[in-house]
């Protein structure tokens, strides 16, 4: 099991080299080309979304993104580290005034949306200390023999 770890700054023109390090990496995996784009986009969605959420709770932290090649399925996790508050639904922005908190929470769930339309395999867990994003596809590794 081989695994690729980023971590970048929560800065939105990082998202981009997260997409394409996530397509080669995928790519190496086996994972079926016409796919791709849809790995590509998922990754693009859920690093955008963590992103979002650091940069609106103040959250100086590195967003994190883990590509996992197993034998016969590619895995990629998107962590945050921003806090959900008791008595606010994940991906609600408590510090953010009530027409900026809807909007950014229906940003939020379009993005989930999207992600889930997009991957059969999802999973969103959140926590007081962060949230965690996990996708998979099939994959079937190419032999490295020339």
């Given at each position: ?76 996790e ?42 059969d ?15 998979s ?10």
């Amino acid at each position: 099991m081989a695994t690729v770890e980023l971590r970048f700054s929560a800065l939105p023109e990082h998202v981009r080299t997260a997409r394409l390090v996530a397509a080669a990496v995928a790519r190496r995996a086996g994972v079926d080309e016409a796919v791709l784009d849809e790995v590509r986009l998922a990754v693009g969605e859920a690093c955008t979304r963590a992103v979002g959420l650091h940069l609106s709770n103040g959250v100086d932290a590195p967003v994190r993104v883990a590509l996992t090649e197993e034998e016969k399925k590619f895995s990629i996790e998107v962590g945050d580290e921003s806090p959900t508050s008791a008595g606010h639904a994940p991906g609600s922005h408590p510090d953010v005034d009530d027409d900026g908190a809807a909007e950014a929470e229906t940003e939020d769930e379009m993005g989930l949306a999207v992600i889930s339309g997009l991957v059969d395999d999802v999973e969103v867990t959140t926590s007081e200390t962060g949230g965690v994003i996990r996708m998979s596809w099939p994959a079937s590794p190419q032999s490295l023999v020339p």
